[in-house]
């Protein structure tokens, strides 16, 4: 495994999230960049390298994502900054039995510019040099057709080349014009994943999956080798070189905040599986790794608490 080299596509957001009616907390998420965080964070430098790939402006916000993903160990070489651009802005509420609502301001992005720009060409040329590219349906939901149609052509490079590629099926309906574009992007995709990573409850929302075995035969209709779907507090259903099995999490637990268990267990799961590591014991990574994660609020959790992984 030493030396390998993952890169991660996708949006990272300013977030304004709202303590009380007169105060907003600021910080940055975004699925794919927080697989990478803690990609960086469980392999030590020289084991696993991870870049960020995509787009961001010429404004102080940027400048401030990029210092926390250096800072975090994630390579930021294949970073367009885009004169006159800023991140995206999401704002978060809590309402009265306190769930989480999200509101967003994204549609001049500059994420939303990425291998559309001309500036952004090189980072599109870089990624079939990577071991690993993964991005997620959130990614796909942000780019242009004719960026779709660039991306999905590396891809296809990265794999030709002996490289793998892993997707995760993060559906959120506000990122898409409708379902059945949605379904339509995603399922040309699924022809160009080794590694699908969804989580059951976004694929029977988007596809009417009956159970976690349809949307496990579903993937492997369209020559996904491996695939590992995500289901919450009853753990995972993986599919490998024909052997299907339910890995249960270690230990059931109450949740602070469940944002970022998907994008954690990810993480977790494809560090053991890079390493060569069986299935199931990469899946219990994965589990360990998100159940520290939602015992926190927020989808980055304090250094001090992330937990061992054997790797």
Known sequence: MAGLRIACVGECMIELNQRDPATLALAFGGDTLNTALYLARINPPGRLAVDYVTALGDDPYSDEMLAMWRAEGIGT????????????????????????????????????????????????????????????????????????????????????????????????????????????????????????LPTFEDEQRLFGDADPAATVARCAAYGVAEVAVKLGAEGCLTDCAGKRRHVAVPERIVPVDTTAAGDAFNAGYLTLRLAGRAVEAAALAGHRLAAAVIRHPGAIIPRAAMPHLAL
């Open 77 to 196: 070489a294949q970073v367009a900054r885009l004169p006159g651009k800023l991140p995206g802005l999401y704002l978060i509420r809590l309402d009265r039995r306190g769930e989480r609502r999200f509101f967003y301001y994204r549609s001049a992005a500059a994420a939303r510019e990425l291998f559309r720009d001309a500036a952004t060409a090189p980072l599109l040329a870089a990624l079939p040099g990577y071991d690993l590219v993964y991005f997620s349906a959130i990614t796909l939901s942000i780019l242009s057709d004719a960026a779709r149609d660039r991306f999905f052509a590396a891809l296809g490079a990265a794999r030709e080349a002996g490289h793998r590629v892993a997707f995760d099926g993060n559906y959120r309906p506000a990122g898409w014009p409708d379902a059945a574009t949605a379904r339509r992007v995603v399922e040309r995709f699924l022809t160009r994943v080794d590694i699908a």
